[in-house]
């Protein structure tokens, strides 16, 4: 079965400052792997995706996640936070065969400060 | 509509009653997916639809739970006899197909409250 750790609930970082949201996950086969954004009763909205490729793959907003095979993770990170990205970050994986089911982690709140 | 949309946005029930959770997807998108999102429990996977194939239901916690879609579009998902662990937010979700790599879009969810 397939799972997704979002070992952190809360990261704080100073507006300007770089940010990393970690992922890590487990999955039998290829992993197809997502992040999404939840602002305030809001329902998710997509940022990027890796499917194949580079292993490092853009997104909205000036987000950015690194693949990495071997450490099974998918960092979220962005060069430079705003307090605008302020927000609940989760990320999720799926795989061929598996229907396009996601699993998502926990979620990590992310707090941009001034 | 442009996005996925959800009906209602609130949802205020007592212990027991029935409700229903509408979902209506992006047009075009042949799978539907629901999802529920609660505190300590995450978001969780509860069933999805492709086309005229058999739903995967692999993700309802009960009996309780039920869920249709007619004509390949609108969905429904129905909880009986509703108990308070139901409260949450219920999130529905489209795509275009189900194939692993393409994007899920969501609705704004309804946020479901048993008193």
């Known amino acids: 079965a397939q799972s997704v750790a979002q070992p952190e609930d809360q990261v704080n970082v100073a507006e300007g400052n770089p940010l990393t949201v970690k992922c890590t996950y487990s999955?039998?086969?290829?992993?197809?792997l997502f992040w999404y954004v939840q602002y305030p009763n809001r329902g998710l909205q997509f940022l990027l995706k890796y499917i194949t490729g580079d292993n490092l793959v853009k997104g909205s907003y000036g987000f950015e996640a690194e693949f990495n095979k071997s450490q099974t993770s998918f960092h979220l990170k962005k060069p430079s936070a705003l307090v605008s990205d302020s927000a609940l970050y989760f990320c999720?994986?799926?795989?061929?065969?598996?229907?396009?089911?996601?699993?998502f982690g926990t979620g990590t709140q992310l707090k941009v400060e001034l | 509509g442009a996005g996925v949309s959800q009906s209602p946005s609130n949802k205020v029930t007592e212990k027991g009653k029935d409700v229903e959770l509408r979902c209506d997807p992006i047009s075009g998108h042949t799978a539907l997916y629901w999802y529920r999102q609660s505190l300590g429990q995450g978001l969780e996977f509860l069933i999805y639809f492709q086309g005229n194939s058999a739903p995967d239901k692999s993700g309802l916690p009960s009996d309780r739970f039920s869920a249709e879609r007619t004509g390949g579009s609108v969905s429904t998902l129905t909880i009986q006899r509703t108990q308070q662990e139901d409260s949450a937010v219920y999130l529905c979700a489209s795509s275009s197909t189900t194939q692993a790599q393409v994007g899920q879009y969501f609705g704004a969810g309804t946020r479901l409250s048993v008193l």
């Open positions: 999955v039998s086969g290829n992993p197809y």
């Open positions: 999720a994986v799926s795989f061929t065969g598996g229907g396009n089911k996601l699993t």
